[in-house]
């Protein structure tokens, strides 16, 4: 069984602060990590993939496998990165199903 | 494009009332997927399917049916609405293909059952 943990519900990090939101996940095989993010009034959309080992809007996350981790970092928060931020898994189903984590609401305060 | 939409948008329904909602897809996806939200759970997968004419369970797949008739819409049903059916509901759908695994989200669909 596959498996996702993001152990903070709740994150308020200060404008200009560092910020690493937690993910863990459980899979017995080589998994595909995303994180997800839903903006207040907008569609949940892909912030990135392990996969393409790139940064978005300043974000980037790496998979460890020997701590079977994928925390998503930003050096400085922007206001503007307040969300919810879901990190989800993609194992071996056949349709690419993705398991999600509960989600991390991030507040950055001014 | 206007991407994956949802219809409605929100829904009250009595206990033991039935619906239907309706996503449609205008990418020619070949993947298609229903999901719950609930509070402190996330993203929970009722059921999906692979193609036009196929349908399979996903986590949650109990008091719910779906079909796809057409390639472009992915329908979930309720035959019998319970209080714990109280949810937001999101459709996604994703290509084929290798190297793309990323979902395609709609709006969203918020049903309380009373």
């Known amino acids: 069984a596959q498996r996702v943990t993001q152990p903070e519900k709740l994150l308020s990090v200060f404008k200009g602060a560092p910020v690493e939101l937690k993910c863990n996940y459980s899979?017995?095989?080589?998994?595909?990590l995303f994180w997800y993010v839903q903006y207040s009034r907008q569609r949940l959309q892909l912030l990135l993939r392990?996969?393409s080992r790139e940064s978005i809007k300043g974000f980037t996350a790496d998979l460890n496998k020997g701590e079977t981790s994928f925390h998503l970092k930003k050096p400085f928060a922007q206001e503007e990165d307040s969300a919810m931020y879901y990190c989800?898994?993609?194992?071996?189903?056949?349709?690419?199903?993705?398991?999600f984590g509960s989600g991390t609401q991030l507040t950055v305060l001014p | 494009n206007a991407g994956v939409t949802q219809t409605p948008k929100f829904r009250v329904l009595k206990t033991g009332q039935s619906m239907t909602l309706l996503c449609a897809q205008d990418m020619n996806h070949e993947y298609m997927y229903w999901y719950r939200q609930d509070p402190g759970m996330g993203l929970r997968l009722i059921h999906y399917s692979v193609g036009e004419g196929t349908t399979a369970k996903g986590e949650v797949p109990d008091g719910y049916n779906v079909s796809r008739l057409k390639k472009q819409n992915f329908l979930l049903g309720l035959e019998s609405a319970a209080p714990s059916q109280t949810s937001v509901y999101f459709c996604a759908s994703s290509p084929t293909g290798t190297g793309s695994y990323e979902q395609y989200f709609g709006p969203g669909t918020r049903l309380t059952v009373t």
């Open positions: 989800a898994l993609s194992g071996s189903g056949s349709a690419r199903q993705l398991t």
């Open positions: 899979y017995s095989g080589s998994p595909e």
């Open positions: 392990h996969i």
